[in-house]
Every structure is written in C-alpha cells, then in structure tokens.
C-alpha cells in the first residue's frame, strides 16, 4: 500500500454548472476523499478557481492531475505540495467559556491574532486566520476548554510576487 | 414564422450537414419530436432504429469504418439513459460520437417531469464531453464544439442534452457564436529529445518488438508504421483495436498479443528487450498484472493522451503527439539496429506454435470465420460482438486496414456487432461488410435486424452458435471445476426462421464440410442481409490463453488433453 499524503491542488475552471461534479467525480475515481474544498469565481467571471485539500498517494495524484486536465472545463490543475506559497484559511471556533475563563482565552487568542466574535454566558466566539497549522494550533489550544462548533473554510493559496498563480 | 428564423434544432441540424454529418441514428420520443421534425425536410438522412443502444452503436461502427464522427438523436429519459452502454463503449475505444439527446421543457428539469433524466449528470463519466442547451442561441456552437471535442486529439464522444422548449425555440441563424474553448485544444507535439531518445533505444535494441495500437489507425498512421517496422526490422504485434494498423498478412506481423493472443506475440513480448508501444494503452488484457510485464525490456510509448503515460507501464521513453507526426519526424532519425537473429527465433516461434484448429468433423466457429473472412477478401468490413468468437475472428480474420476490423475492445459491449456492422455498411455503401456475432450477443440487440432489413444494406451475419455464453463457460470450466452457472442458452430461438420474420435470408450450417458452399451461396445473395446460423462444437475454448494473475509466458497454448487439468500443471 502506498502512502497517502495530504495535496494542495489549485484548478482555473470554467464557470458553469456541473463542473465540480465532474472533478469531484475524478477525485472519486482515483480514491483520493477531499479534505476541504474553495470554489468562487476568479478575477473575471467566466471563470472560477478551486483549491482542494485532499489525501492520497503521490503516484496516484500524478495521474489524477492529467486526467483532470484533459476535463474540457478545466483550464489548468497542479499541485502545490512543494511550492512555497502563500496559504490562508480562516476558522471559527466556539468555546464553551464561563466568565471566570475569560481572560485565559482571551489571551490566548490574542496570541494568535484571533478576533473575538462572539461572547455570552456559557460560549466565546474566535475567529482565527492564518495557514492550516495555526487554526490546527489554535484548536489544540482550546480543546482543554471544549470546542462546542468549529467551522473552517478550507485552505485558499496564492503564489508570491508576480509570479501568476497556476 | 420569420422568414430569417430558424428553430434552433434546425440550426444543430444544419451545422451537423456543413460538417459533412449526412445520417442521424436513433429513434423519437415525446421531448426529442422538435428535432425530428427539423428533420422531416432536412438533407440529413434519419436511420430509424429499434432500441437507443443500437443507434449509439450504429454511430461508432460509422465513425470507425469512415473516420467521421457518427451522430445520434434520441429523447429524454430511458431513451437517453439507453444509449450510455454504447457511449461508454465509445469512450473506452475513442471513438468520436456525438449523442442528442432530448430533454424536459426547461422548467420542468430538476422536478421529476415525465421522462425527465439528469443525462448530463450520468453522462459525466463516460464522456469526453457534455453539454445542456439552456440558451437556444448557443446551438449551432454547441454542435460546432462537440464536433471538435469528438474528433480533435484522441477522440471520443460528446453528448448534448436539449430541452424541448430550447429545440424549438426560434432564433436567428445568421447569428454565430465563436467557439469558446479556454481548456480544451493543445495537441502536443513530439519533443525533438523524446524523439532522439527513442531512435536511440531503437537502434540499440537486439530484440525489439511494435505493438500497434487504436492510436496508430486514429491518426491514420499505418503507412509510417510500416516504413518504422521495415526500415528496422522490427517485428509488430498489433492490439485487439490496433488490428489492421499493420497488415495481417505481412511477414512481420504477430498478430494479437495478450490475454488470447498468438503464442509467437506473446513469446516475443517475453522475450523482447524493448517494447515500442505506439497508440496502444497497455490494457490489462495485454500487460496482466503490471509489475510482473515484461520486466527486462525497456518501454517506448508513443501517445497523444498524457494521461495515458505511465498509467499502467512506467515507460523509459515518452513520445507525445500524435502518432503519425511522430512517425514521420522520427524517421529520418533512425538507424537500423541488428535484429537479424531476433527475426529468425520469432520465425521459429511462428513455425512451432501457429493457431490451429481442426477442419474434419464437428464444425469449428474458428473454421466458419477464417473461411467467411477469406471469401470476403482483405477489403471487407468485419465486425463483431464480444466473446469467444470475437476472439476467433481476432485470431483468423486477415485485416490489411485499420478502417476494416470494428470491434467493442475496451468496453467489452456484447449486442456490438449487428449495429456497428449496419453503421459502417452505411459509411461505405460499396464494401463488403459482414458480421461475426455470438448467439449470446446477438441477442442483445437483434432487433436491429429490422433496421438492417429496411434500409435493404446486403450485411452478412454470422451467429457462431454454441447455445452457451461461451467465454463465461470457458473460465468456470477451466478455473471454476466445471461448475456451469448461468451459461447454459437453452431456448434460444431458430435463427433462420427469427430472420426469416424479419424478411432476411437465412442460412444454417452445423457440417464442416456444408461450410464452403453454404458461404458461397451467403456471399452471393444480393437482396438486403442475410444471417448465417453455425452451429458450432459446444465445448471448445479459445487458446492460447494467460490465465488472469498469470504473465505471458506462462501461457497455456493449447487445450489441455485431459479435461480440468489447467490448474494442476
């Protein structure tokens, strides 16, 4: 068994309905299952970028890039595994919080630059943002004070400088 | 009605003509009836079918037999879910198809309407590419995409789904769109080091072997395969699709390799130290279980897919593009290597295990087909179903072209036969096309006889019958202790009085000695088709043969001399 590991793959697609079927359908087929999924459309709307976390292994990722290329609607996939770009994502976190916890969140949200949404009596609000090992920080940091919903968006990614984005 | 405006399903129709479309297969259907009745006074000729299966065949037998796309209509619903068999077929073998199919009015899609299917959904694994009108001015360049999706690079098919409200709607044909293709058109071409690499392998190979693929017959390559073969000294192997790329009757040809392929290709697979695959995809009929394939030769692959490289095989060398301008750069480039011992041990090879069979006694299916396919003469048609016979007539079936041999191989779609014969005989109204079917098959979709019968096409139809689905049989009688489960055809009809209803001409044949004449009289009777029943020794099986799991030297040649005795030796 080959290992699996967890790919970035960016895709500039058409702006039609059914092309996400027909690249999850792809995903599908190769068994690679899809961590987190971003579709919204691109600079100009005829078109739409994805960027899709998803885990399998390498040999198999090789393939399934070609064959999401030859999809008419696909403009262009590649992976991003080995690229230094920049990631972003953004999580909401609900905490169960009594008030004598407070502060002690608090803090620790401001260390990692989490905006405070929400506050009641039993729960406080986080919103993190940053590359996907500072929202998986964070949420190990407020494990201890039960997470009562998390919401991530999915990683979105941006290549440096003015080099384009593939 | 304006005089400058057009339904839009005119229009479709209208482009399908100026592309040099001239039959529609299919059969109409509530949702599908504006496009028929664009069709009334259209120069396009409907072929009325009998079941959407059929046509999509029909359209694929087409496409194979002329190199033009074969085009369907049909409608909504399980008119359009019939006819994925035969997309699926197209798509696994590449065959460029367009299919339209009828749809729910627009405001009806998506609400369970009467003979509503999400086509487009259920289309999606199967094509090459699919579209629903939503906007009846997009028709006309809708068709003009599909038709280049289908035929452009490796081609494939192409479904169009068409609300009924979109297809008669008017619109103003003067009004063209422009193709609008951002992903879809970049061919490659052959890089001047794949090619250098290449000749450079070729050159030093010892004991190189071709095998010939679909590629090679889509790109219209066969003239360059030959000089490549003759220049080198290269022996070829051609694919169960590649058949004809390279003339069977050539001195370098091995016929078929894989699963049922000749001893001598097989041995020279095993045996090589180089395989150059050109258009071929390393099918698991072929290579079996990848790691265990052909180890010790190096690998060449030549293609226009780059999903294709590497798929099975990894390949020391790849050769993008297509085929024939690749053939035609590398060429030049070449130096023939020594190859003059390798040719001498393939000939031995040849000598020692050819593909035999016997003519006295019970009839052979193996003895019917090489003698039709002899009577016929290297210029016929042949087309089959899938089977034990398929594999016979791949055995002794002599093709010379790549246009000439039309057979489900991917897809492996019984019911293939019949429809795809009546396609390419319309293709080529002049050729000889005859058809060889399993009785299992044929059943599948002989109501085509119908279709066959009206349009008076002079098709020759063998049924190789052994009241058994005879592949299946094969494999339970040699790898599952003879237990026989769901093979036995008992109460198949009598063939000749079946074609008899449908007014064609029958034949039985059961003797081995009734078969010249019987043929004789076959191939003189001019008036429409006519079917050919052979009933055939029940319990033959199709060697040689590379049990699954098994590498192709570990073929069994010939059938074992006592019964069930494979699984011991």
């Known amino acids: ?166 | 009605m304006p005089a400058n405006m057009k339904t839009s399903a005119e229009v479709m129709l209208d482009v399908l003509y100026e592309n040099g479309v001239r039959h529609v297969f299919g059969i109409p259907g509530g949702n599908s009836i504006p496009i028929y009745d664009a069709l009334t006074n259209h120069p396009l000729n409907l072929i009325l079918t009998r079941h959407e299966q059929g046509a999509v065949h029909m359209a694929d037998g087409y496409a194979r037999a002329s190199g033009k796309p074969g085009v369907v209509c049909v409608t909504s619903g399980p008119g359009a879910t019939n006819t994925l068999t035969g997309i699926l077929t197209a798509m696994m073998d590449s065959v460029p198809i367009i299919v339209i199919t009828g749809q729910a009015v627009t405001p009806n899609i998506g609400l369970d309407a009467f003979q509503e299917a999400d086509i487009l959904g259920m289309s999606f694994p199967a094509v090459k590419h699919s579209y629903m009108i939503t906007d009846p001015q997009d028709a006309g360049r809708i068709v003009r995409e599909a038709l280049h999706i289908a035929t452009s690079g490796r081609p494939g098919p192409v479904l169009i789904d068409v609300p009924k409200d979109i297809s008669a709607a008017l619109i103003d044909p003067s009004v063209e769109k422009k193709r609008n293709l951002p992903g879809f058109g970049d061919i490659p071409t052959a890089s001047e080091e794949s090619l250098e690499e290449a000749a450079a392998l070729m050159k030093r190979a010892t004991r190189p072997v071709i095998m010939a693929g679909h590629g090679v017959i889509l790109s219209n390559a066969a003239e360059e395969l030959t000089a490549l073969a003759e220049k080198m000294a290269i022996p070829v192997t051609t694919t169960l699709l590649g058949k004809g790329s390279f003339p069977d009757t050539h001195e370098l040809c091995l016929g078929m390799p894989g699963m049922h392929g000749t001893a001598y290709a097989n041995k020279a697979l095993s045996g090589s130290d180089l395989i150059i695959c050109i258009g071929g995809r390393w099918d698991d009929r072929i290579t079996g279980i990848p790691e265990k394939f052909c180890p010790h030769a190096r690998k060449i692959h030549f293609d226009i897919d780059p999903v294709e490289i590497g798929k099975i095989i990894p390949v020391e060398c790849a050769v993008l593009g297509d085929a024939k301008a690749s053939l035609t750069k590398l060429l030049p480039m070449l130096e023939a290597g020594d190859t003059s011992r390798w040719l001498k041990q393939i000939d031995r090879w040849k000598h020692d295990y050819p593909l035999k069979y016997r003519k006295e006694g019970k009839l052979r299916a193996q003895h019917i087909i090489e003698e039709l396919a002899d009577m016929a003469g290297t210029e016929a048609i042949a087309t089959t179903d899938v089977g034990q016979h398929q594999m016979w007539a791949a055995h002794f079936v002599k093709s010379t072209k790549g246009c000439n041999w039309i057979t489900s191989g991917g897809a492996g779609t019984m019911g293939f036969g019949l429809p795809s014969a009546i396609g390419a005989q319309l293709a080529r109204p002049e050729a000889t096309v005859f058809s060889i079917v399993g009785d299992g098959s044929f059943q599948m979709t002989l109501c085509e006889l119908a279709t066959a019968a009206v349009n008076n096409l002079p098709i020759k139809v063998l049924i190789i019958n052994n009241r058994y689905l005879g592949m299946v049989r094969q494999w339970q009688h040699l790898f599952f202790e003879d237990r026989l489960t769901g093979v036995d055809l008992e109460g198949n009809p009598d063939f000749v009085k079946l074609a008899s209803a449908y007014g064609i001409k029958g034949f039985r044949v059961k003797r081995s000695s009734d078969v010249r004449k019987t043929l004789k009289a076959a191939m003189d009777w001019n008036k429409g088709p006519c079917l050919i029943e052979a009933v055939v020794e029940r319990h033959d099986n199709v060697f040689p043969m590379v049990p699954a799991g098994a590498t192709l030297d570990e073929m069994i040649i010939e059938a074992p001399r006592r019964k069930k005795s494979v699984e011991e030796d």
């Open chain 1, 1 to 166: 068994m080959e290992q699996s590991k967890k790919h970035t793959i960016s895709l500039n697609v058409s702006n039609k309905p059914g092309v996400l079927t027909r690249i999850a359908l792809v995903f599908a087929r190769r068994g690679f299952n899809i961590d987190s999924l971003v579709v919204s459309q691109g600079l100009t709307p005829e078109f739409s970028r994805m960027t899709i976390e998803a885990t399998g292994s390498d040999k198999t990722l090789h393939l399934m890039l070609t064959q999401l290329n030859r999809l008419v609607d696909v403009i262009h996939a590649v992976d991003h595994a080995a690229d230094d770009v920049i990631q972003r994502e953004l999580a909401l976190f609900k905490v169960n919080c009594t008030p004598d916890k407070r502060t002690e969140i608090l803090q620790i949200s401001d260390t990692f630059r989490g905006q405070t949404i929400d506050i009641g009596d039993d729960t406080i609000t986080v919103q993190i943002t940053g590359n996907s090992s500072k929202v998986d920080a964070f949420s190990k940091m407020m494990a201890p004070y039960g997470i009562s919903e998390l919401v991530r968006t999915g990683k979105v990614l941006m290549s440096r400088g003015s080099e384009a984005t593939a």
